[in-house]
């Protein structure tokens, strides 16, 4: 996952693409919220998703909101692999769902930054 963030400035995910319904910027917005719901599942910090959390923006990410969870993606990966050395039974379903589900979506990020001319090569990030 870290190579298909590499280089990923705030103009192309901000960037509008007729037909597709969300920005690069949404993308990691919906992962980073989603990750830390999951991770605090599967941490032990919570014992219940949150009823509330609204997992896609309500409005275009602004930079700042952009780098925030873009930072908070990267921690997040970092920690879900520290989770997954030696997961409980909950952390392994935890990260099981969140793995599959993310899948997807980071399909979406490689499709787009391929669509931008901007998905890195492998083994160059």
């Known amino acids: 996952m870290t190579e298909l963030l590499?280089?990923?400035n705030w103009h192309e995910a901000a960037r509008k693409t007729?037909?597709?319904?969300?920005?690069?910027?949404?993308?990691?917005?919906?992962?980073?919220?989603?990750?830390?719901?999951?991770?605090?599942?599967?941490?032990?910090?919570a014992t219940a998703w949150?009823?509330?959390?609204?997992v896609w923006p309500d409005h275009s990410p602004t930079r700042a909101e952009f780098e925030e969870?873009?930072?908070?993606l990267r921690a997040g990966l970092a920690e879900a692999q520290v989770l997954a050395e030696d997961p409980s039974v909950r952390s392994?379903?935890?990260?099981?769902?969140l793995a599959v589900h993310s899948a997807y979506?980071?399909?979406?990020?490689a499709l787009l930054r391929r669509l931008y001319g901007t998905l890195p090569l492998p083994g160059l990030a």
């Open 105 to 109: 979506h980071w399909g979406q990020v």
């Open 6 to 8: 590499s280089g990923l």
């Open 92 to 97: 392994r379903e935890v990260l099981a769902d």
């Open 50 to 54: 949150p009823v509330a959390l609204s």
């Open 18 to 45: 007729p037909g597709v319904p969300y920005t690069l910027a949404a993308l990691v917005y919906h992962l980073s919220v989603t990750q830390r719901a999951s991770l605090d599942l599967a941490s032990g910090r």
């Open 69 to 72: 969870c873009l930072g908070d």
